[in-house]
């Protein structure tokens, strides 16, 4: 594999659920992930962003396997992770992990935190000695920021904060190279939430971990991701360096979100844009364009012709008909 080739592909994802509305009424199919493209260097943060209800819960399962695709494929190091068997898969699991968002849904509450970092690394034959494992434990505990002795306690004898580190404990026990942290902060205040970013990008620093970070959360972002993906009903409207992204959105609803961000300096330099209405519902999306009908630039040509995600300089990607001058074209 090259030095340029991503990390993680994903590859014209697509992802159905089809929904029953009622007895005797016929399955609808819900696009929740609609032909999707990116990919994420090596050692990277790559958020995924979008209000909620845009894709990026199920793309972040689509990418671990823990949904499977309707069509498309996910490489991860070079692996086709759609072509393993079930041994190979759950052997390769090892390098894939997940942080969720609710840490107390997520953590066996019948377990104490040693008991649950012990089986981690007894499913995947990690420090096989019980001297190895309990050093493992301590070490796994001081890297997030956790004082050893807490680990005979059960979850519900710990704060938010304090449980959202003990799933990264466990998510981070088994060694992986790619983590997808799905709004890993989001149910954390304020103070929490910084201190669980500086764990995780410390995290990057010192082991070189790749992350999909998935968030509503523009400010979050702004602090932790490389790389910004925008998504909307399904669909990647926007993919840029995030320092380019914050600095000068290109598509409509990247400006929209960004204008929402309640930081002086951002707020200072750009105009309040209010998003009309709701998110159209998946199972009945807009012809063309699918953020024409909150978009306030769309025209008639938006209507009819989706627009495709395009190239636009080195590293930006914008799918909308007022950016469709192509990197070759403007060479
Ligand atoms: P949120 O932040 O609310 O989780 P999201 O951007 O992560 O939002 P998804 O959870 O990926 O979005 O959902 C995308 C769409 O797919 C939504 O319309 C959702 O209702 C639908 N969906 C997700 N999972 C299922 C499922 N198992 N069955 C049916 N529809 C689903
Ligand atoms: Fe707006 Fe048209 Fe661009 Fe869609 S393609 S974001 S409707 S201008």
């Known amino acids: 594999?090259?030095?340029?080739?991503?990390?993680?592909?994903?590859?014209?994802?697509?992802?159905?659920?089809?929904?029953?509305?009622?007895?005797?009424?016929?399955?609808?199919?819900?696009?929740?992930?609609?032909?999707?493209?990116?990919?994420?260097?090596?050692?990277?943060?790559?958020?995924?962003?979008?209000?909620?209800?845009?894709?990026?819960?199920?793309?972040?399962?689509?990418?671990?396997?823990?949904?499977?695709?309707?069509?498309?494929?996910?490489?991860?190091?070079?692996?086709?992770?759609?072509?393993?068997?079930?041994?190979?898969?759950?052997?390769?699991?090892?390098?894939?992990?997940?942080?969720?968002?609710?840490?107390?849904?997520?953590?066996?509450?019948?377990?104490?935190?040693?008991?649950?970092?012990?089986?981690?690394?007894?499913?995947?034959?990690?420090?096989?000695?019980g001297n190895q494992r309990n050093e493992r434990i301590a070490e796994l505990l001081q890297l997030v920021g956790l004082a050893p002795e807490f680990s005979s306690r059960y979850p519900h004898e710990f704060s938010g904060g304090q449980r959202q580190r003990i799933s990264i404990a466990r998510a981070l026990a088994v060694e992986p190279e790619f983590i997808v942290a799905d709004e890993a902060v989001s149910a954390l205040d304020v103070s929490n939430q910084a201190q669980i970013i500086n764990v995780l990008m410390d995290l990057k620093t010192d082991f070189g971990l790749t992350m999909l970070f998935i968030s509503h959360n523009m400010a979050v972002v702004q602090n932790i991701a490389d790389t910004v993906a925008v998504m909307y009903l399904g669909k990647m409207m926007e993919i840029a360096p995030a320092k380019d992204l914050f600095r000068s959105p290109k598509h409509p609803y990247t400006t929209a979100l960004l204008s929402a961000i309640p930081v002086p300096e951002v707020a200072r330099e750009r105009k309040r844009i209010i998003l009309q209405g709701d998110m159209p519902s998946p199972l009945d999306p807009p012809s063309g364009c699918v953020f024409r009908t909150r978009c306030s630039q769309a025209s008639e040509h938006c209507a009819q012709v989706v627009p495709a995600l395009t190239q636009t300089s080195p590293g930006r990607w914008v799918a909308c008909h007022l950016h469709q001058t192509t990197l070759t074209e403007s060479l």
């Open 1 to 129: 594999m090259s030095e340029s080739t991503p990390f993680v592909q994903a590859l014209g994802l697509h992802k159905t659920y089809a929904v029953h509305s009622g007895l005797g009424e016929k399955a609808k199919k819900i696009r929740a992930v609609d032909g999707v493209n990116f990919g994420i260097r090596r050692g990277e943060v790559f958020a995924l962003v979008g209000e909620s209800g845009s894709g990026k819960s199920t793309v972040g399962k689509l990418l671990l396997r823990l949904e499977e695709v309707s069509s498309g494929r996910v490489l991860i190091d070079g692996t086709d992770l759609l072509s393993l068997g079930k041994n190979d898969l759950r052997a390769f699991r090892r390098r894939i992990q997940m942080i969720f968002q609710d840490p107390f849904a997520s953590l066996n509450p019948h377990m104490r935190v040693n008991e649950m970092l012990h089986e981690a690394l007894a499913i995947h034959g990690l420090f096989k000695s």
